[in-house]
Protein backbone atom coordinates (compact mmCIF):
# COMPACT_ATOMS: atom_id res chain seq x y z
CA UNK A 1 0.00 0.00 0.00
CA UNK A 2 1.54 2.98 -1.12
CA UNK A 3 0.62 6.38 1.29
CA UNK A 4 1.05 9.82 1.76
CA UNK A 5 1.40 11.20 5.58
CA UNK A 6 0.16 14.56 5.98
CA UNK A 7 0.22 16.28 9.64
CA UNK A 8 -1.40 19.49 10.52
CA UNK A 9 -3.73 18.92 7.72
CA UNK A 10 -6.65 20.23 8.64
CA UNK A 11 -5.47 23.72 7.59
CA UNK A 12 -3.17 26.46 6.29
CA UNK A 13 -0.35 24.94 4.17
CA UNK A 14 -0.90 21.12 5.50
CA UNK A 15 -4.38 21.19 3.81
CA UNK A 16 -3.40 23.11 0.72
CA UNK A 17 -0.47 20.43 0.20
CA UNK A 18 -3.27 17.54 0.99
CA UNK A 19 -5.36 19.09 -2.07
CA UNK A 20 -2.51 19.63 -4.08
CA UNK A 21 -0.60 15.82 -3.56
CA UNK A 22 -4.77 14.37 -4.22
CA UNK A 23 -4.40 16.19 -7.50
CA UNK A 24 -0.78 15.23 -8.56
CA UNK A 25 -0.09 11.63 -7.36
CA UNK A 26 -3.77 10.41 -8.94
CA UNK A 27 -2.37 6.49 -9.52
CA UNK A 28 0.27 6.28 -7.11
CA UNK A 29 -1.14 6.73 -4.24
CA UNK A 30 -3.64 4.27 -2.70
CA UNK A 31 -4.70 6.48 0.25
CA UNK A 32 -3.64 9.46 1.92
CA UNK A 33 -3.15 9.84 5.91
CA UNK A 34 -4.66 13.09 7.29
CA UNK A 35 -3.30 14.01 10.69
CA UNK A 36 -4.30 17.01 12.75
CA UNK A 37 -6.17 17.66 15.91
CA UNK A 38 -9.97 19.30 14.70
CA UNK A 39 -11.46 16.14 13.40
CA UNK A 40 -14.41 18.01 11.68
CA UNK A 41 -12.14 19.70 9.60
CA UNK A 42 -10.26 16.38 8.13
CA UNK A 43 -13.28 15.06 7.70
CA UNK A 44 -14.50 18.12 5.42
CA UNK A 45 -11.33 18.01 4.05
CA UNK A 46 -11.57 14.00 3.41
CA UNK A 47 -14.89 14.90 1.72
CA UNK A 48 -13.32 16.62 -0.84
CA UNK A 49 -10.29 14.66 -2.08
CA UNK A 50 -10.39 11.67 -4.86
CA UNK A 51 -8.10 9.20 -2.89
CA UNK A 52 -9.22 7.19 0.26
CA UNK A 53 -8.29 8.46 3.43
CA UNK A 54 -8.08 7.57 6.78
CA UNK A 55 -8.78 10.58 9.20
CA UNK A 56 -5.75 10.48 12.77
CA UNK A 57 -7.86 13.21 14.31
CA UNK A 58 -5.14 13.57 17.25
CA UNK A 59 -2.36 16.13 18.88
CA UNK A 60 0.68 15.29 17.79
CA UNK A 61 2.11 16.62 21.51
CA UNK A 62 0.52 13.58 22.99
CA UNK A 63 2.25 10.84 23.54
CA UNK A 64 -0.21 8.19 24.05
CA UNK A 65 -1.49 9.71 20.61
CA UNK A 66 1.34 9.51 19.04
CA UNK A 67 2.12 6.00 20.19
CA UNK A 68 -1.63 4.88 18.65
CA UNK A 69 -0.55 6.34 15.84
CA UNK A 70 2.77 4.58 15.42
CA UNK A 71 1.11 1.43 16.08
CA UNK A 72 -1.30 2.00 13.21
CA UNK A 73 1.85 2.11 11.00
CA UNK A 74 3.25 -1.22 12.35
CA UNK A 75 -0.14 -3.04 11.73
CA UNK A 76 -0.61 -1.35 8.48
CA UNK A 77 2.84 -2.13 7.44
CA UNK A 78 2.39 0.93 4.64
CA UNK A 79 4.87 2.34 1.74
CA UNK A 80 5.15 5.80 2.89
CA UNK A 81 5.90 7.68 -0.64
CA UNK A 82 5.30 11.36 1.10
CA UNK A 83 5.85 12.49 4.53
CA UNK A 84 4.50 16.41 4.92
CA UNK A 85 5.32 17.87 8.21
CA UNK A 86 2.69 20.96 8.00
CA UNK A 87 2.06 20.98 11.95
CA UNK A 88 2.89 24.26 13.72
CA UNK A 89 2.27 27.33 15.52
CA UNK A 90 3.92 30.68 16.74
CA UNK A 91 2.94 33.34 19.44
CA UNK A 92 4.47 36.89 18.31
CA UNK A 93 5.26 39.15 20.97
CA UNK A 94 8.16 39.99 23.51
CA UNK A 95 9.54 36.78 25.19
CA UNK A 96 8.12 37.79 28.66
CA UNK A 97 5.26 39.00 27.57
CA UNK A 98 4.63 35.38 26.49
CA UNK A 99 3.43 32.81 28.80
CA UNK A 100 6.10 29.38 29.53
CA UNK A 101 3.49 26.85 28.58
CA UNK A 102 3.08 28.63 25.27
CA UNK A 103 6.86 29.01 24.18
CA UNK A 104 7.17 25.31 25.40
CA UNK A 105 3.95 24.79 23.20
CA UNK A 106 6.09 25.79 20.15
CA UNK A 107 9.58 23.50 20.98
CA UNK A 108 6.84 20.47 21.49
CA UNK A 109 4.87 20.53 18.03
CA UNK A 110 7.21 22.37 16.16
CA UNK A 111 10.45 20.79 17.08
CA UNK A 112 9.47 17.55 19.33
CA UNK A 113 6.63 16.37 17.36
CA UNK A 114 8.25 16.55 14.04
CA UNK A 115 11.56 14.86 15.19
CA UNK A 116 9.50 12.10 16.45
CA UNK A 117 6.77 11.78 13.48
CA UNK A 118 9.81 12.04 11.05
CA UNK A 119 11.91 9.10 12.84
CA UNK A 120 8.47 7.03 13.18
CA UNK A 121 7.65 7.43 9.66
CA UNK A 122 11.36 6.94 8.13
CA UNK A 123 10.99 2.82 8.86
CA UNK A 124 8.55 2.56 6.24
CA UNK A 125 9.97 4.77 3.40
CA UNK A 126 11.92 3.38 0.57
CA UNK A 127 13.72 4.50 -2.30
CA UNK A 128 12.54 6.92 -3.82
CA UNK A 129 10.57 8.70 -1.13
CA UNK A 130 10.34 12.34 -0.04
CA UNK A 131 10.01 14.05 3.12
CA UNK A 132 8.90 17.37 3.19
CA UNK A 133 9.28 19.76 6.43
CA UNK A 134 7.36 23.24 6.78
CA UNK A 135 10.22 25.84 8.28
CA UNK A 136 10.22 29.38 7.69
CA UNK A 137 12.43 32.10 6.43
CA UNK A 138 12.07 33.07 10.03
CA UNK A 139 14.69 30.08 10.56
CA UNK A 140 16.68 32.43 8.20
CA UNK A 141 17.94 34.19 11.51
CA UNK A 142 16.97 35.63 14.60
CA UNK A 143 13.69 36.98 14.85
CA UNK A 144 13.24 39.43 18.45
CA UNK A 145 9.49 39.47 19.25
CA UNK A 146 9.07 36.33 17.90
CA UNK A 147 12.51 34.38 18.86
CA UNK A 148 11.32 30.81 19.99
CA UNK A 149 8.95 30.48 17.02
CA UNK A 150 12.37 31.84 14.84
CA UNK A 151 14.65 29.76 16.78
CA UNK A 152 12.19 25.89 16.08
CA UNK A 153 11.94 26.69 12.61
CA UNK A 154 15.88 27.07 12.35
CA UNK A 155 15.57 23.81 14.34
CA UNK A 156 13.16 22.36 11.34
CA UNK A 157 15.82 23.70 8.61
CA UNK A 158 19.35 22.57 10.20
CA UNK A 159 17.73 19.10 10.88
CA UNK A 160 16.16 19.14 7.61
CA UNK A 161 19.38 19.32 5.17
CA UNK A 162 21.58 17.62 7.34
CA UNK A 163 19.02 14.56 7.20
CA UNK A 164 18.89 14.96 3.89
CA UNK A 165 22.69 14.41 3.44
CA UNK A 166 22.07 11.55 5.69
CA UNK A 167 19.93 9.59 3.63
CA UNK A 168 20.96 10.00 -0.02
CA UNK A 169 22.24 6.20 0.25
CA UNK A 170 18.71 5.13 0.70
CA UNK A 171 17.52 7.38 -1.81
CA UNK A 172 15.24 9.36 0.03
CA UNK A 173 14.81 13.47 0.07
CA UNK A 174 14.50 15.85 2.74
CA UNK A 175 13.35 19.35 1.42
CA UNK A 176 12.72 22.05 4.02
CA UNK A 177 10.31 24.67 3.22
CA UNK A 178 10.96 28.45 4.13
CA UNK A 179 8.55 31.14 2.72
CA UNK A 180 7.87 34.38 4.36
CA UNK A 181 4.44 35.53 5.88
CA UNK A 182 1.59 33.12 4.04
CA UNK A 183 -2.40 34.12 4.00
CA UNK A 184 -3.42 31.32 6.06
CA UNK A 185 -5.15 31.50 9.67
CA UNK A 186 -1.49 31.42 11.09
CA UNK A 187 -1.74 34.99 11.88
CA UNK A 188 -4.91 34.54 14.18
CA UNK A 189 -2.95 32.54 16.65
CA UNK A 190 0.37 34.25 16.00
CA UNK A 191 -1.09 38.12 17.11
CA UNK A 192 -3.37 37.28 19.92
CA UNK A 193 -1.13 38.90 22.22
CA UNK A 194 -2.26 42.05 20.01
CA UNK A 195 1.52 42.19 18.54
CA UNK A 196 1.31 42.38 14.65
CA UNK A 197 4.34 42.89 12.06
CA UNK A 198 2.87 45.59 9.12
CA UNK A 199 6.20 45.14 7.23
CA UNK A 200 6.39 41.89 7.05
CA UNK A 201 2.80 41.60 5.92
CA UNK A 202 3.58 42.97 2.40
CA UNK A 203 5.12 40.25 1.40
CA UNK A 204 2.37 37.59 2.22
CA UNK A 205 2.15 34.65 -0.40
CA UNK A 206 -0.56 32.64 -1.33
CA UNK A 207 -0.44 29.29 0.07
CA UNK A 208 -1.33 27.80 -2.93
CA UNK A 209 1.86 29.12 -4.82
CA UNK A 210 4.24 28.14 -2.02
CA UNK A 211 2.98 24.56 -2.31
CA UNK A 212 3.58 24.40 -5.49
CA UNK A 213 6.62 25.16 -4.95
CA UNK A 214 7.45 23.27 -2.60
CA UNK A 215 6.50 20.20 -4.10
CA UNK A 216 8.03 20.94 -7.76
CA UNK A 217 11.87 21.33 -5.26
CA UNK A 218 10.64 18.25 -3.56
CA UNK A 219 10.23 16.37 -7.04
CA UNK A 220 13.71 17.62 -7.63
CA UNK A 221 14.93 16.90 -4.31
CA UNK A 222 16.09 20.31 -3.64
CA UNK A 223 17.18 20.59 0.24
CA UNK A 224 15.22 23.68 0.70
CA UNK A 225 12.46 25.48 -1.15
CA UNK A 226 12.13 28.93 -1.06
CA UNK A 227 9.21 31.21 -2.94
CA UNK A 228 9.09 34.27 -4.12
CA UNK A 229 12.10 36.56 -5.15
CA UNK A 230 11.81 38.73 -2.10
CA UNK A 231 11.91 35.97 0.55
CA UNK A 232 15.17 34.51 -1.83
CA UNK A 233 17.08 37.89 -1.65
CA UNK A 234 16.57 38.10 2.18
CA UNK A 235 17.75 34.36 2.48
CA UNK A 236 21.11 35.81 0.40
CA UNK A 237 21.19 38.76 2.57
CA UNK A 238 21.03 36.73 5.95
CA UNK A 239 23.87 34.89 4.29
CA UNK A 240 25.98 38.27 3.97
CA UNK A 241 25.18 40.89 6.54
CA UNK A 242 25.61 39.94 10.22
CA UNK A 243 22.70 39.56 11.97
CA UNK A 244 23.09 41.80 14.40
CA UNK A 245 22.84 44.85 11.83
CA UNK A 246 19.97 43.57 10.02
CA UNK A 247 18.16 42.98 13.37
CA UNK A 248 19.49 46.70 14.39
CA UNK A 249 17.59 47.39 10.96
CA UNK A 250 14.50 45.99 10.87
CA UNK A 251 13.16 47.93 14.05
CA UNK A 252 12.45 50.74 12.11
CA UNK A 253 9.90 48.49 9.95
CA UNK A 254 7.84 46.89 12.92
Keep these: MN ?30 WLVARRESRLQE ?4 LKHKTRIFALDLTDEKAVSEFDLTLNLVNPNVKILVNASGFGVM ?8 KEHAGVVRLNCEALTKVTHMVLSYMRRGARIIQFASSAAFMPQPGFAVYAASKAYVLSFSRALNEELKDRGISVTAVCPGPVDTEFFDIAEKNGTNFHFKKKFMAKQEDVVNRALIDAYHRKDISVYSPAMILFFVITKILPHKF ?9
Design 93 to 100: GKFTDVYA
Design 246 to 254: IMFFLKFFK
Design 45 to 48: LAAS
Design 3 to 32: IAIITGASSGMGRETARRIDEIYTDKLSEI
